[in-house]
């Protein structure tokens, strides 16, 4: 994972000393209200229906096992309301479930980022203190800037690699960080790359996706998509070039986002997106940009090219583990150790095939550690969860974990040979559940328990579905399914690009959900990026477990052998889906 140099440190240090002299300024009243909210924006301090929400960064989803045993500290040590706050919360959450809001936990977004709930404003510096003591902060976590530049959990190890994109994406986040012309964008900006054949990083819904490619002479490059994103317009991105030099990205990327600064609406938040920008204007855009880089590059002496030598300073920081040294037994030996084990247990079958991906090391895995397990909602993890992870990452992974888009923690430098002990201390903390890319494997935003924008909560609703679907021989008959669940418009669920989508929508000012089919976000299981479509008129929280039912009971009695329920629903049609979701509403009214 990346290493800190030395001016690295001083600067998040530095900027941690700000926010302290910020926060005494706006506490004894020398700074406005309005004054300080930009400032505390600009370190991931929102304020959210309730309570303070912390967003940290987690470039490229890289964590330490030190990191880890930090933000378990936070968690434990801070994450805690006010007894009134938490009290008038969970009155007011109580109307739709028995659920409990959580404190003391961590929650991984779908941007691998972490976030805190319930932490008090006063106690704000003492935490970015403590997160800049293991190299960690807040910085473009929100904002109209270039936020958390995020990437693929496999990036430096996955075995269809092209080319590692952690050194491009640190170089992009060096030349972001300060630059003062995109400061202040007519709205946020998100940038996604990956470097691997297959897109793990949902790069066409982003406002710019990089797609690292080799053109016919071998050599290495970028696909740019420009314009993607979700909200209340999903679109995919428009691809402005198939093949970039890779030396030129940097300049490239400074003449796509010149343009949507000096364009992009500033009248309306809800169109201010550059993605709003691309559909408007077309070909336009794309020669404008064309002209500007043209501008950059003939004119402007080119001056974010990136060097070989800049690349290789930055790659140089990008540290492969010590791995313990050992005697590794042979592949044939750790191969039929780990069929013996997997004959004695099914559980551990299962676990093999769904958890474990191969590695660039043959000798090597990727472990998927799932957190989503009944009464936990989608991306949490309590402090103490995160200290047993850390302890995981230690003994296995070479003390590194990497949070997932999935928001799901992947342990990268496990021994196969360790993958029994891996699976037993795992299944012992509550990790081991075989579900990755099924059914429960689903992706929530914190909802209206939380966020002050959401129009319903996706919580409960997440965990309806989950206690429906126990049974991992049915989840394993039903295959391969995204679920995605947003509170709100505003997509932080991503719940477009699912499978089955699930949005949390006001209708007379109480909580109804809209069901989606089709959508994809890129990967090899889904194919190509797409929105999914809305099945009908929405649906009250009552009656979301039954629709999600109808439509897998409609994939069931309708695919053929070896058809995923996205194979099966392209080739019949959404038609039945959509008359199966319908009727399940009748049959609750009718019990009702």
């Known amino acids: 994972m990346y290493q800190y140099t030395d001016f690295d440190r001083q600067f998040v240090h530095q900027r941690a000393a700000q926010f302290r ?20 924006l600009q370190n ?31 968690a434990r040590e801070y994450d805690e309301p006010e007894a009134e706050v938490y009290r008038k919360a969970v009155e007011t959450q109580g ?28 106690k704000s510096a003492d935490v970015m203190d403590l997160l800049a003591s293991v190299d960690m902060h807040g910085i473009q976590t ?16 996955a075995v269809d690699e092209i080319a590692d994109p952690r050194p491009f994406a640190e170089i992009m986040r060096q030349w972001s960080t300060l630059h003062p012309e995109f400061a202040f964008l007519p709205r946020k900006f998100k940038i ?62 400074e003449a796509v986002i010149r343009v949507y600064n000096r364009y992009g609406r500033r009248d309306n938040i809800y169109k201010a997106r550059i993605k ?58 750790t191969d039929a150790e780990l069929r013996h084990h ?19 090391n043959p000798a090597l895995r990727a472990v998927t550690l799932s957190f989503k397990r009944l009464k936990q909602a989608p991306g949490d993890a309590s402090a103490s969860q995160l200290d047993t992870l850390a302890e995981l990452a230690d003994r296995f992974s070479a003390g590194e974990a990497r949070v997932t888009h999935d928001q799901n923690i992947v342990l990268p430098w496990v021994h196969a040979e360790d993958l029994h002990a891996l699976w037993l201390a795992a299944r012992a903390a509550g990790f081991a559940s075989a579900n990755v890319h099924l059914l429960t494997d689903m992706i929530a935003c914190p909802g209206g328990d939380f966020c002050a924008l959401a129009n319903a909560r996706s919580i409960p609703i997440a965990e309806a579905i989950t206690e429906r679907y126990q049974d991992l021989d049915e989840l394993d008959d ?51 990026p797409v929105a999914g479509k809305a099945v009908g008129p929405s649906f009250s929280a009552a009656e979301v477990p039954g629709v999600i039912e109808a439509v897998l009971t409609t994939y069931r009695d309708t695919r053929v052998s070896g058809e995923t329920f996205i194979d099966t629903l392209r080739r019949v049609g959404p038609d039945p889906f959509k008359a199966a979701a319908n009727g399940a509403r009748f049959k609750v009214e009718e019990a009702a």
């Open 44 to 74: 991931g301090w929102y304020v959210q229906r309730y309570a303070p929400m912390l967003r940290v960064a987690v470039p490229y989803g890289e964590l330490s096992s030190r990191q880890l045993r930090v933000l378990a500290r936070i």
């Open 142 to 157: 929100s904002g109209n800037c270039i936020r958390n530049i995020t990437s693929d959990e496999r990036a430096g190890i």
């Open 276 to 333: 709003i920008l691309v559909k408007a204007e077309g070909q336009r855009y794309i020669d404008d940009v064309e002209t500007e880089y043209k501008q950059i590059i003939e004119h402007d002496g080119a001056p974010h090219t990136i060097t070989q030598a800049e690349f290789d300073r930055v790659a140089a920081s990008f540290v492969p583990p010590t791995l313990a040294t050992r005697v590794l037994q042979s592949a044939e030996k």
């Open 478 to 528: 039903l295959g391969e399914i995204d679920l995605h669940i947003s509170g709100c418009i505003n997509s932080c669920g991503h719940h477009h690009s699912g499978h089955i989508g699930i949005l949390g929508v006001d209708k007379d000012g109480k909580e109804w959900y809209q069901v989606s089919l089709g959508g994809s976000d890129g990967s090899t299981l889904s194919g190509a």
């Open 342 to 360: 997997a004959d004695d247990d099914v559980m551990f079958a299962r676990w093999l095939a769904r958890n474990v991906a191969p590695h660039k």
């Open 192 to 253: 996604a790359i990956t470097g691997a054949a297959e897109d793990r990083a949902a790069t066409g819904w982003h406002d710019v996706g990089l797609h690292v490619v080799k053109n016919e002479a071998g050599e290495i490059g970028f696909r740019v998509q420009v314009g993607g994103g979700m909200g209340r317009t999903p679109i995919i991105g428009t691809v402005l070039r198939e093949f970039l030099p890779w030396q030129q990205i940097m300049n490239y990327l």
């Open 21 to 40: 002299d910020q926060l005494e300024r706006w506490q004894k009243g020398r700074l406005h209200e309005d004054e300080f909210r930009p400032l505390r």
């Open 95 to 122: 109307l739709l479930g028995s659920h409990k809001l959580p404190t003391h936990y961590a929650h991984f977004s779908t941007r691998q980022n972490v976030q805190y709930n319930w932490i008090p404003l006063a």
